[in-house]
């Protein structure tokens, strides 16, 4: 494999040649660049293929949040990781959408080298020759929802308040409709009737409500013919059910609140590629599906038969390029993929995966060709195979809910 380079950006000469020192055992697989400011960045990347840029955010001149949204305009295949120090709240803030991962400083030896392997993987995804053909015969992308982009826009403004966010959302009675309905789906399990967006951000946090309104906006940005042979309704529900259960086996295995948010997003999201694949080249989508049904082989497989390539990568190049975080980048690629994920530890690709295992497990009729398998050897190394059963029986207590619910 073509050797990746990472480029590294900090005004300070100790802390470069201290991640020199750093990387050196991974020399053999990578090559590293190193610039002290982010003009000296910019002229790097003009000048030779970079794969991931890893850039500190205090830096005079051009800082890191500058330096990382001129990357993603320009180079938008890097994949872009901020280091930040405690006082870098709002710079954050102004990065949203635009870094694919932060890491505090000073970085952990052992996730710095964990995080350069994940994003090369990910630049992989994203520099493949067959998904970007894909992707580009598909035409224009689809850009990200309106209202969450207005919302990040927002969301920048470190006085934005509660009301704020409410008003945005209350601005589209289609979205609040949608979103309200969701929000009192049994899912939740809230017990009672919430009747406002806001009551909704109070309630579920608002991060759970920006990621329902890009799934609402997604499914509705990526208008779907109706067919016999793929119910884009059934896929509605099915990425509901996994970003519920996602969260349930988050829930019970962490306290970490962004992985648990992490992982509901990238359940509700994880199949993105089948709508965009759907919407864009229906007749092919449902020439896979029927291949997939008569050859008793896996959807996957026949869409990598048919188009070259396969949902996850398609469904994550699109969340890739969109900026979201790299976990959920991560999660919908490899959903299907486990094997092919480097260095895997407790984290959305893993619970991803079991969710959408789990959903199928419980609704086997919904599933389109061979039924999936569980990668228990991954599992089994992170010493978790065993709580699976119990995932399961959180899984359908949610499930049962919701169906007494409709019933
Ligand atoms: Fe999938
Ligand atoms: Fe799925």
Same mark, same amino acid.
């Given at each position: 494999m073509e050797k990746k380079t990472i480029l590294f950006v900090d005004d300070e000469p100790n802390i470069l040649s201290g991640l020199q020192r750093m990387l050196r055992s991974m020399r053999k697989t990578m090559s590293f660049q190193f610039a002290e400011s982010g003009t000296a960045a910019l002229e790097i990347l003009a000048s030779e293929h970079i794969d991931v840029v890893v850039s500190d955010m205090? #830096?005079?001149? #051009?800082d890191g949040a500058d330096l990382l949204t001129a990357v993603q305009k320009q180079y938008p295949h890097a994949v872009r990781i901020m280091l930040t120090g405690q006082a870098d709240e709002g710079a954050i803030m102004r990065t949203v959408g635009v870094v694919h991962q932060f890491l505090a400083k000073p970085a952990d030896p052992d996730i710095l080298k964990q995080v350069i392997k994940r994003a090369t993987v990910l630049q992989d995804l994203m520099a493949d020759k067959q998904t970007k053909e894909l992707v580009s015969s598909i035409g224009s992308l689809p850009s990200l929802p309106k209202m969450y982009s207005m919302l990040q826009e927002t969301l920048? !403004? /470190?006085?934005?308040s509660l009301a704020d966010v409410a008003k945005i959302i209350e601005q589209d009675l289609a979205m609040t409709a949608k979103l309200l309905q969701l929000v009192n %789906?049994? *899912? *939740?399990? &809230? +017990?009672k009737h919430i009747e406002s967006p806001s009551r909704a951000v109070n309630l579920l946090g608002l991060d759970t409500v920006k990621a329902l309104i890009l799934g609402v906006g997604v499914f509705s940005e990526l208008k779907s013919p109706g067919s016999k042979i793929f119910d884009v309704n059934k896929l509605w529900y099915h990425s509901m059910a996994t970003a519920a259960f996602a969260k349930i086996i988050a829930a019970q295995e962490t306290d970490d609140k962004e992985m648990i948010d992490n992982a509901f997003i990238a359940g509700l999201l994880h199949d993105v590629g089948k709508l965009l694949l759907f919407s864009r080249m229906p007749e092919k989508y449902e020439q896979a599906v029927t291949l997939a049904m008569e050859s008793h082989c896996s959807l996957e497989e026949a869409e990598r038969q048919i188009f070259g390539a396969c949902h996850g990568h398609v469904g994550g190049y699109l969340i890739g390029l969109w900026g979201l975080p790299g976990p959920v980048v991560e999660a919908i690629t490899f959903h299907h993929s &486990? !094997? %092919? +994920?480097?260095? /895997? %530890? *407790?984290c959305p690709p893993i619970i991803t995966h079991a969710a959408d295992y789990i959903y199928y497990q419980l609704?086997?009729? !919904?599933?389109?060709?061979e039924p999936r398998q569980l990668n228990e050897y991954t599992l089994e190394q992170l010493g978790i195979l065993d709580h699976v059963e119990r995932w399961v029986e959180l899984c359908l207590e949610t499930q049962n809910r919701c169906e007494e619910d409709d019933g």
């Open positions: 205090r #830096m005079p001149g #051009m920048k !403004d /470190p006085d934005c %789906s049994a *899912f *939740f399990g &809230l +017990y &486990l !094997d %092919s +994920y480097p260095e /895997p %530890s *407790f609704n086997r009729g !919904d599933c389109i060709g």
